[in-house]
């Protein structure tokens, strides 16, 4: 998703999104200078946990950014 709205540093929204929300998501600067302002999750876990994380990541930048 394009976080560039709530920050512009995906390497810190990412860092905070981890320390508050316990979720691992990756900036997208390090795709190259088109990624920068998004961050990008896995789609490796099971349906749950990424429902979970996707609801997490509504709850953060609704509430604690």
Do not use: W
Request: aromatic share 14%; hydrophobic share 40%; charged share 25%.
């Amino acid at each position: 998703p394009n976080i560039s709205y709530f920050i512009n540093d995906d390497n810190n929204f990412a860092l905070r999104f981890l320390k508050r929300k316990h979720v691992c998501v990756t900036p997208g600067n390090i795709f190259g200078m088109g990624g920068r302002g998004h961050i990008r999750f896995s789609l490796t876990v099971n349906k749950e946990k990424l429902v979970e994380s996707f609801n997490k990541f509504l709850q953060f930048i609704t509430e604690d950014i």
